[in-house]
């Protein structure tokens, strides 16, 4: 597709159960981000991907956030054992290999997680 | 270490108001670009602007303007003639080599009609 990809646009989970979020990034954006938003808050970083370079994970809040990138495409964000402070906007953003800052950034419209 | 800091957290103006969101970033590269994204209530993040760390020509689009200034380490964003269709939420953000993004808190606007 011509955008950033994500599913489930919605998500309502019972406390303690496990969700997967997914990110289909634009073809050929080899940089794949995760950022979560928090209610009235501000973007907060999460794991960035980068070809085949070990992912920076240095902003995942707990060891129960994991993510994953397969064939540097398709990315799946998962979160173990949800907590309610879970709940929050998780956005997925992409961008090419080439120059990256003198491009914008692409990001999807989000996964919207709601944690009961 | 960066920061970004959006210092009005909603700002309400009546349609055709002009309006001026502030941006203030702390970094101690010498590169760096900033960017200006707008969300909509739809919830999608919308590129609006980027600057890099060298270009302090101030830039218009529109009704859009921005004024960046290094001397005061500020990137302003000004909507003339506002419109219902900008109320969103406007977010100042700042990368330099090699990071991920870092953005600020994010403003409300709200334009009255």
């Known amino acids: 597709g011509a955008g950033v990809s994500q599913s489930p646009s919605n998500k309502v989970t019972e406390k303690g159960k496990d969700v997967e979020l997914r990110c289909d990034p634009i073809?050929?954006?080899?940089?794949l981000y995760w950022y979560r938003q928090s209610l009235g808050q501000g973007l907060e970083f999460l794991i960035y991907?980068?070809?085949?370079?070990?992912?920076?994970k240095s902003g995942l809040p707990s060891d129960r956030f994991s993510a994953e990138r397969t064939g540097g495409s398709v990315s799946t964000l998962t979160i173990q054992r949800t907590q309610q402070e879970d709940s929050a906007v998780y956005l997925c953003?992409?961008?090419?290999?080439?120059?990256?800052?003198?491009?914008?950034?692409?990001f999807g419209s989000g996964t919207r997680l709601t944690v009961v | 270490a960066q920061k970004v800091t959006q210092a009005q957290t909603e700002i309400s103006v009546v349609e055709k108001e002009d309006v001026t969101l502030d941006c203030v970033y702390e970094?101690?590269?010498?590169?760096?670009?900033l960017f200006w994204y707008k969300q909509p209530p739809s919830g999608e993040l919308v590129f609006l602007i980027r600057?890099?760390?060298?270009?302090?020509q101030n830039e218009i689009s529109g009704r859009y303007s921005w004024n960046f200034q290094k001397s005061t380490s500020s990137f302003n964003f000004t909507i003339t003639a506002s419109q219902v269709v900008d109320s969103a939420v406007y977010f100042c953000?700042?990368?330099?080599?090699?990071?991920?993004?870092?953005f600020g808190p994010g403003t409300r606007l709200s334009v009255l009609p």
């Open positions: 970094t101690r590269d010498t590169t760096y670009y």
């Open positions: 073809s050929g954006h080899t940089a």
């Open positions: 953000a700042l990368i330099n080599y090699g990071q991920n993004f870092v």
């Open positions: 991907f980068q070809g085949n370079s070990a992912p920076d």
């Open positions: 600057r890099n760390s060298f270009d302090e």
């Open positions: 953003a992409s961008r090419p290999a080439d120059s990256p800052l003198r491009n914008g950034y692409t």
